[in-house]
């Protein structure tokens, strides 16, 4: 239990239902970054993307995709990876990890959501993409057509978990007076902890984990496959695209639980169940998906340097020496050092947070480039026909909607910590 | 009883979602040349799929949150 | 069964451009948008410089990467394989932009009216015409075409949607021949059905190599090219305004 | 519904429902109405499509023999002319001072018009010499504007610069008709292109859009092609070969090939034995021998000397003789020791190139003309010489005049000129009046405003640079008044003319500028005190050939709409202005004069005593012409075809009297004649030292910049502007967006530039030593040679569009007109030396 807590209001744990000032700054800090990301995209509404630096890829010499899809894939990555991490603490009995799964629900659940939501403010056309969408997908298209509906279930999938999984929690949150008492006893949906209840779910988890991985790793794939298999932009085809998918998926996944568990357990001051031991778990974790994703990156490098495309070798040059190279070595500099931290971490004597959580945003940054460096340099150096070289500078209208998206997603977070207990409540709690 | 349901349900929900997404929407592969390669053989086909897919999840919520009928 | 195909002949074309300008007045696109686009390319050094041209359509591929991708069905290939986009349906996700190895999309950026040549709706231009001249009007290029009756022509141009070359699909269905290949000075441009032996774009390769481009990439172009390849070191000059 | 209203409704972020009349074809009219193009130079037949009164587009009149149903980009692209919002739809007053940016109130056509008949008729009554009429390039035929200029007693000033003057006046002057060189694409064998790029320039006579159809057919049929230019771009594709000429060395080359045809005897001695002065006898003193006022031919048969006209005659072409006391040689033996000078390897060397490049081409020339060799056009035998020479623009350098005669020159050894497949100059080989005139020049003291047979250019082109020399100092020159009243009709000089500051200071002296335009050129928003509006393509204009020089037709510009706004046609405007003026009935009166201009026969003759309408005066030049439906065939037909033109026509050789009567002149005696003249009455030796019987290298006076002055700079056309009134279309901006300097990439590299970057280009006059810059982009292109940078014409030229905008300077702010910078004809140069740094 929170001892922190307990001076104000002894009734919930974690700060549940109080809303404090610290709380309060960094809400309003939020909202006026999503109001900005709002104006932003009222601007793109009204004007067309014109008001972006997206243009057409051939004579206009642009990338029709650009910042909001680069942020798409790593919102949706960080989702997937979470997921992922949700079903192997499930699967592989981690009791570690146990306090942060609904965490890592909530970070799955916020990311896709604001996932979906670059996809919507990529398009011409939002309004009309979700009745096309629903009414017209294709699932030969892989972008809409099958990784809509993997988001979806993905989405669908880590909330029936979220929800089944927390209706404890929300049992014993409810029995306790309070003003949210009544949505407690909603979410618990008439929970009594009765054997029966704990058998059903614990094979309902299971099952349920299993399914997530499942969604999870074929989402994550599908992803890949928007740009795995078109053959018409060099940097793009490939078989490697996918598994790289699901694995950076993994790794950012994990870095993101990193950075949310250590923010949570400064800020609400939880150091028992957010002990060094589940950052030491998680630095195992990102220590093998790095080294793991840094090999693919070789196999990748290698494999288009020796490609006898001039076009594909184009790319490959604007990555290693030409334009983007710098965003490229900080890149592999970022996945090098999150790696080597972690191997440091994981050797040392003395076990340190920090040097978690640096690997962590080191590795989170370095896949947000590199997710960049997937979207845009072979739309602006790719080039098959003897068009000039293209260029692509996002706009502040990219920057504010995509400040705007991660607002969204914080708040999401933060007003969820707020009705539910963020952290899994200890399994010596009481019976409800 | 509350097996039976939920299998029903999931099953359901899967073969909704195969169904819509492999027969009644767009076709899928080969070179499309013609018109229909663009259209659903269903219309909302695609929503019926996304229904099919929640539905196997919601399985979960069926076998959790049913109420008794007598068989435990 | 019909197959529309173009046969480009790059030993006449002389990279005047006029196809780019008849296709835009055609099919009143947006400033910057060429759905018939000549390259200007120029290799080698002074003074075995070559110069030489690429007139590059929309390529109709019959097994074209933007069908396959478009999440929506909006991008199809209709009757007699011309590839067209139903600007009814397009939801402006470009993706069959970044799937389409030959850089033929175009996008509405902006409001297209705007960036239109044949616009008469801006004010300034009502003050000065004194309301003398009605408002640009081609009803043909709104309609719908075809048996499966969508709206494909060059009439869209609606903001946040796709647009492309639709091989002239409103000429077309009316017996005539595209805007670019009708006005091509020195007839560089052919059109026909690549299934009949007679007809002008077949017998135009009947005894001469023909080519495709990017065959490698399998998207099976139902444009063909007649002429010398041009260069994988080709660079291009003279640009046009690019950008909007 | 209601629904889909919602989703699919007029958002802005949905739009698809944006066209409401979708597909409704119901009660639109939908018309194609014949007319003619009005921006390019060659008239192409065009059909404009309308919808409901509004022209949607302009497509090529599949009948007319010039273009046969396609348009060039400016073709198709004018739309944006006749609908383009920033036109002048009302006559314009100017409110401020000028030589400013202009501020000007919208007026009536009365207030307009008598404002400016006043200060036209006030001028005239002063000193008719006072009134100036200047015009930009003339559509069609120029029948009204000769009507206003002879009835107003104005001076008229030429059109522009850019144009290939010398060259005219150098086959005017040699051959007889008016044009510059072309080849009988037809039947022609090999195309020396020469500083023209045959692929994006267009001809003299026609558009770039008829060559290159005939181009293509010759290349088909494996004509070969070689491009003499320092900058060869599209011609390259079409080119065999390419000579990366050294700007302004142009003569070299064609005295060296005159003098390698000469050496390897490739020559068509028949030729110039029967119809050129080659075989006249010419005396030390450079005068033919004359007896009795004849000049004389040596007899081969009586080895005597004989009248070059006399029955039976063969003219010895070679040798020295005595007549009397005098020594005397045949013309050509005159010039074969002029040019035995000019080797092969001195060409080289002068030229930038390789000898055995130019040994090639004299070679090509001389097997390639096949001499002796006759073909047959209906039963007409001609002599078949299929080479030729295309040269144009090129004509525009200090040694202009003389490097045109020195290839004019080298065709007429091979016997090309005129002869089918060979070179051709005009559509026919009707004799111009400047080849008596040109010959048979009166110096005279007190000049006209732009010198004409002054001292200084006793052949002139009338060039307006040099017409604001001679305003800006009248003493000078010797002229004693200054024009006071211009009427400008869409010809802009100050940006079309170069020398821009002596340009500005002299228009500030008109004390009236009355400007026709659809637009405001930099000139009139400068100078006009009146702008009338003119309207575009929606007037009647005409009646302009319709010829490629292998079918005859005539056509007819129709309005395809009422003139837009208040504009009106340009032949309405002159009908209304001369009525004004009180010039427009009775005899000498503007309506009589077109009656004279378009050869109306009584019948059809306008009455001097009416005002008609611009249809009714083509009524009646149809009807004239045999066409009893009058104006409405044309309105109806839109083209005329009337069929092949005959070889008795095409061909000097054929006609009924062979080159219409001209004796060609290989060496120009009056030339020499000019010279001692003009060193007489005492001028520059820049002036008089290009006056010499036979074309004489000399070294081009820019050479003698510093230098650090390391590049030549030459100007070009781009297919997208050629012949102006383009750079303010949207569309045709849009091909072409910005004023850019291309470089090579060596040179490029050698100053650190990139494709893009910004550079500062200086000129310097050798001469006065005064430099002048601009500011534009750098364009890598590896088709120019390293020692050049060139720079495309057109851009800066409409003032008040926003079109316009930003699209950079004219080159012909960096050109000089002066000594050095003008050839002998008082024709511009477009070389000049220059410097180029980053900017």
């Known amino acids: 239990m929170a001892t922190s807590t307990q001076t104000q209001s002894p009734l919930l744990p974690y700060g549940v239902g109080r809303f404090g000032a610290g709380w309060g700054v960094v809400f309003l800090l939020f909202l006026v970054l999503l109001a900005v990301g709002l104006y932003g995209y009222s601007r793109q509404l009204i004007e067309g993307e014109g008001v972006t630096g997206l243009r057409d890829v051939g004579t206009m010499g642009g990338a029709p995709w650009g910042l909001y899809i680069a942020f798409e894939l790593w919102f949706v990555g960080i989702g997937f990876g979470a997921m992922m991490l949700v079903a192997a603490a499930r699967l592989a009995h981690i009791d570690l990890l146990k306090p942060l799964v609904r965490t890592m629900c909530v970070i799955a659940l916020a990311t896709l959501f604001i996932g979906g939501w670059s996809i919507i403010v990529d398009l011409g056309q939002p309004v009309r993409a979700v009745v096309n969408i629903i009414k017209y997908a294709r699932p030969m298209s892989p972008f809409f057509g099958t990784f809509t509906i993997g988001l979806v279930a993905a989405f669908a999938a880590t909330l029936v978990y979220l929800f089944l999984d927390g209706r404890r929690d929300a049992a014993i949150l409810a029995r306790r007076p309070s003003r949210w008492s009544w949505l407690h006893r909603l979410a618990a949906s008439g929970y009594t902890d009765t054997e029966v209840e704990k058998h059903r779910r614990r094979r309902s988890s299971a099952l349920l984990a299993g399914a997530l991985l499942v969604v999870a790793i074929v989402a994550a794939s599908t992803s890949g496959f928007v740009f795995g298999i078109q053959q018409g932009r060099p940097g793009w085809f490939g078989a490697l695209q996918a598994p790289g998918f699901v694995v950076l998926a993994m790794l950012t996944g994990t870095a993101a639980t990193v950075i949310v568990a250590a923010s949570l357990r400064s800020g609400l001051g939880e150091k028992e169940a957010l002990g060094s031991r589940v950052f030491t778990l998680l630095n195992t974790v990102m220590l093998v998906a790095s080294l793991v994703y840094i090999y693919f990156i070789v196999v990748e490098i290698i494999t288009s340097s020796y490609s006898s495309s001039l076009a594909d070798q184009r790319v490959t040059d604007a990555l290693l020496t030409g334009e983007y190279a710098w965003m490229f070595w900080l890149s592999a500099a970022l996945f090098i050092v999150g790696a080597a931290l972690s191997i440091f971490r994981a050797t040392a004597s003395r076990s340190s947070i920090w040097l978690v959580v640096v690997a962590a945003i080191a590795i989170i940054i370095g896949a947000l480039l590199k997710r960049y460096l997937l979207v845009v340099p072979p739309l602006t150096t790719g080039r098959l026909l003897p068009y000039a070289d293209g260029s692509y500078s996002p706009t502040w209208v990219e920057y504010a909607v995509v400040g705007g998206l991660i607002s969204l997603g914080v708040l999401f977070f933060m007003i969820f910590m707020k009705l539910f207990p963020i952290l899994g409540l200890n399994d010596r709690e009481e019976n409800v | 009883m509350r097996i039976a349901i939920t299998a029903l349900v999931a099953v359901g929900g899967i073969v909704l979602a195969l169904v819509s997404a492999l027969l009644l929407a767009a076709p899928l592969g080969g070179a499309p040349f013609d018109e229909s390669f663009s259209n659903p053989r269903l219309v909302y086909a695609p929503t019926l799929a996304v229904i099919g897919v929640a539905l196997v999840f919601s399985a979960a919520i069926v076998y959790e949150l049913m109420p008794r009928i007598g068989d435990d | 069964m019909t197959r529309l195909g173009m046969v480009i002949d790059l030993e006449k074309c002389v990279g005047c451009r006029a196809c780019m300008v008849a296709c835009k007045v055609e099919n009143n696109t947006p400033e910057s948008a060429f759905w018939m686009y000549v390259f200007r390319l120029e290799d080698g050094e002074y003074p075995e410089s070559r110069v030489s041209f690429l007139p590059r359509p929309c390529q109709h591929c019959d097994n074209a990467p933007c069908v396959k991708v478009c999440p929506v069905g909006a991008r199809y290939t209709r009757d007699h394989g011309i590839v067209v986009t139903d600007w009814d349906r397009c939801i402006g996700c470009r993706y069959c932009e970044v799937a389409c190895p030959y850089g033929v999309n175009y996008f509405n950026y902006k409001k297209p009216k705007e960036l239109q040549y044949l616009n008469w709706e801006n004010p300034d231009v009502e003050v000065h015409s004194q309301g003398e001249v009605p408002p640009y009007k081609n009803p043909v290029l709104a309609g719908k075409f075809g048996p499966e009756q969508r709206k494909v022509a060059g009439g869209g141009h609606t903001k946040g949607v796709m647009e492309k070359c639709t091989f002239c699909v409103h000429r077309v269905d009316s017996g005539l021949d595209p805007a670019c290949v009708v006005n091509c000075p020195v007839g560089a441009l052919i059109f026909g059905d690549l299934e009949d032996p007679e007809s002008p774009a077949s017998r135009a390769i009947a005894d001469k190599p023909a080519y495709r481009l990017l065959e490698e990439r399998d998207t099976r172009p139902k444009v063909r090219y007649i002429g010398a390849p041009v260069s994988s070191t080709a660079r291009e000059i003279e640009r046009p305004k690019v950008r909007n | ?839």
Not at chain 4, 500 to 513: H, I, N, Q
């Open chain 4, 1 to 839: 519904m209601a629904a889909s209203r919602f989703l699919f409704g007029p958002l802005t972020t949905l739009g698809a429902a944006e066209e409401s009349d979708s597909g409704d074809h119901t009660g639109t009219v939908d018309e194609w109405v014949p007319t003619t193009c009005w921006i390019g130079k060659q008239d192409c037949g065009m059909l404009a499509h309308r919808i409901d009164g509004r022209v949607v587009k302009l497509e090529g009149h599949p009948s007319h023999p010039r273009n046969m149903g396609t348009l060039c980009p400016k073709g198709v692209g004018q739309i944006t002319a006749l609908y383009d919002p920033n036109r002048v739809m009302t006559p314009l007053i100017r409110t401020n001072g000028k030589g400013v940016k202009g501020e000007f109130r919208a007026a009536g056509w009365d207030e307009a018009l008598s404002l400016v008949a006043e200060k036209m008729n006030a001028a005239r009554e002063d000193d008719p010499r006072k009134l100036i009429w200047q015009k930009g390039r003339s559509k069609a035929k120029s029948f009204y504007d000769k009507a206003f200029v002879n009835a107003s007693g104005a001076t008229k000033l030429h059109h522009g610069a850019y144009c290939s003057d010398a060259g005219y006046r150098a086959c005017e002057y040699t051959v007889g008709p008016h044009g510059v060189l072309h080849p009988d694409f037809r039947n022609t064998d090999y195309v020396l292109a020469w500083g023209w790029n045959i692929t994006a320039g267009g001809g003299n006579k026609t558009c770039w859009l008829t060559w290159n159809q005939q181009l293509i057919e010759a290349r088909a049929r494996g004509v070969k092609v070689v491009v003499v230019d320092p900058r060869v771009r599209a011609a390259g594709a079409y080119a065999d070969k390419w000579l990366p000429i050294k700007p302004g060395t142009d003569l070299a080359l064609a005295l060296a090939l005159c003098n390698l045809v000469i050496g390897q005897d490739t020559l068509d001695r028949d030729y110039l034995r029967k119809y050129s002065n080659a075989g006249y006898l010419v005396q030390e003193d450079g005068k033919f021998l004359r007896i009795d006022d004849v000049e004389q031919v040596w007899d081969e048969t009586t080895g005597g000397p004989m009248p070059h006209d006399a029955d039976g005659v063969t003219p010895a072409l070679e040798g020295e003789f005595t007549v009397g006391d005098q020594t005397v040689r045949p013309g050509f033996q005159v010039f074969k020791e002029h040019v035995a000078g000019y080797t092969a390897e001195w060409a080289a060397e002068t030229c930038g190139l390789n000898a055995d490049d130019i040994r090639e081409v004299a070679a090509d020339l001389g097997s390639k003309a096949s001499i002796g060799s006759i073909r047959s056009f209906d039963g007409v035998d001609v002599p078949h010489r299929p080479v030729s020479i295309m040269t144009y623009h090129v004509s525009q350098q200090e040694l202009g005049f003389q490097q045109v005669r020195a290839q004019v020159m080298l065709m007429m050894l091979l016997g090309a000129m005129g002869a089918s497949g060979g070179t051709m100059v005009d559509w026919t080989w009707k004799v111009h009046k400047n080849y008596a005139g040109l010959d048979d020049i009166e110096i005279t003291d007190t000049p006209n405003i732009y010198l004409n047979k002054s001292k200084f250019y006793p052949i002139n082109s009338n060039n307006s640079s040099i017409v604001a020399q001679v305003m800006n100092d009248p003493e000078a020159f010797g002229v004693d008044y200054v024009p006071e009243v211009a009427i400008l009709h869409m010809v802009n000089p100050l940006s079309s003319f170069l020398s821009e500051e002596d340009l500005v200071e002299a228009y500030k002296k008109f004390k009236f500028v009355a400007v026709i335009d659809p637009w405001i050129s930099r000139t009139a928003d400068m100078f006009a005190d009146v702008i009338l509006p003119a309207a575009t393509l929606e007037k009647y204009e005409g009646p302009p050939s319709g010829t490629d020089q292998y079918t005859d037709a005539v056509a007819l510009r129709v309005p395809i709409q009422e003139p837009l706004g208040q504009s009106r046609g340009d032949i309405q405007i002159y009908l209304d202005l001369c009525e004004a003026a009180g010039i427009l009935f009775g005899e000498g009166g503007y309506l009589d004069e077109v009656n004279k201009a378009l050869k109306l026969s009584d019948e059809y003759a306008l009455p001097l005593d009416r005002k008609p309408t611009e249809r009714e005066i083509f009524d009646n030049w149809s009807k004239d012409q045999g066409i009893d439906e009058g104006v409405s065939f044309f309105e109806r037909e839109g083209v005329l075809v009337k069929g092949p033109v005959s070889a008795t026509k095409r061909y000097g050789y054929a006609m009924d009297e062979p080159f219409g009567g001209a004796i060609h002149r290989l060496y120009g005696e009056s030339l020499q004649g000019y010279q001692e003249e003009m060193k007489k009455l005492g001028v520059s030796e820049n002036y008089w030292k290009h006056y010499t019987a036979l074309p004489t290298w000399q070294k081009p006076i820019m050479d003698t910049s510093p230098a650090e002055y390391d590049l030549y700079l030459v100007s070009y056309k781009m297919i997208e502007f050629k012949q102006g009134r383009a750079t303010q279309s949207p569309l045709l901006a849009e091909l072409a967006p910005k004023q850019r300097l291309d470089i090579n990439p060596e040179t490029a590299r050698a100053r650190g530039l990139e494709d893009g970057d910004a550079v500062l280009v200086e000129s310097q006059n050798a001469v006065t030593g005064f430099t002048r810059q601009l500011k534009t982009v750098v364009h890598i292109t590896s088709s120019i040679r390293p020692d050049t940078v060139a720079m495309p014409h057109h851009y800066g030229e409409i003032a008040r569009s926003p079109v316009t905008e930003g699209q950079g300077p004219t080159p012909n702010v960096l050109f000089f007109t002066g000594e050095g910078y003008t050839a002998n004809t008082g024709d511009q140069s477009f070389h000049v030396k220059v410097r180029v740094e980053k900017a």
